[in-house]
């Protein structure tokens, strides 16, 4: 009876990893990863600067790219990024970045270190002016005798050259617009100065505190009319006019010596080489 007996066979089906599979591990690696992006990524947040900020976001959203209203909108807005060719599509057009604030930095850097340049240039044009007044005061024996009658320095409106009246050498007779032989030799040696330099030209005239002699006109007149023949000597002695940029009068109301105003040195001509340049912080006398 027993070799009669049916063979049962049972087939048992393994299921890998346990009873719920591997599928877990997947989704809690999954999980764990995001976990630490959201982690790293407030961290991030709370670590950078607002410039740092802008510059992840620019990376992520180019400021290159504007928006416009035309076509489906977005950061595209429907337009092709040429602004001519076959490609081109829509009716806004594509602008350039605006600079950043590094470039425009560099280039304020840039044009200040011109200007720096170009003013440091033209003063020691200046200071070389100066120096050869002072040598010819000493090599000239018609100049070396009114050497207290000129005075040289820089003003913020550039180079002055001033001829002084001193007692008992004066530039001009008391009354008169007329120059006379001391300040045309003065006038003469400061033409061939201000010829060797670019400068547009300033001359005004000056006196003291005292009425004109002149009834007929004031101390007004008198200066300007001192000015113009100033103006005179100067073409006479080769100065382009178109060089002559201003002549003034401006009677006793500037004095040299404003705690005398009746002071010979009052009574002057001021010619003013016009500064081009900024000025710098230099300043002599002679």
Known sequence: MAANRPIIVKKVKKIAGGHHGGAWKVAYADFVTAMMAFFLLMWLINTTSPEQKRGIADYFAPASLS????????????????????MQKGSAPMLDAPSTPQEKSSADA??????????????????????????????????????????????????????????GKPMFAPGSAEPNENAKTLLRAA???????PNQIIISGHTDAAPNP???????????????????????????????????????????????P???????IAIILKRAAPPLPVNSSL
Request: glycine letters at 8%; a negative charge; charged letters at 25%.
């Open 214 to 260: 002149d009834g007929a006109n004031s101390n007004w007149e008198l200066s300007a009319a001192r000015a113009n023949s100033a103006r005179k000597v100067l073409m006479q002695a080769g100065l382009p006019e178109a060089r002559i940029s201003q002549i003034t009068g401006k009677a006793g109301s500037d004095p040299l010596f404003a705690d005398d």
């Open 67 to 86: 928006a416009s209203t035309s076509g489906a909108g977005g950061i595209l807005a429907g337009t092709a990024l040429g602004e001519s060719g076959a």
């Open 191 to 197: 033409a061939r100065i201000t010829l060797q330099l």
């Open 110 to 167: 840039q044009k200040e270190a011109e200007a720096q340049a170009k003013a440091q240039e033209e003063a020691n044009e200046f200071q070389m002016a100066e120096m050869s007044i002072r040598q010819a005061l000493q090599d000239l024996p018609e100049l070396s005798e009114l050497s207290h009658n000129i005075i040289v320095d820089q003003t913020p409106e550039g180079l002055r050259i001033q001829l002084v009246d001193q007692e």
């Open 262 to 268: 009746y002071q010979p040195a009052n009574r002057r």
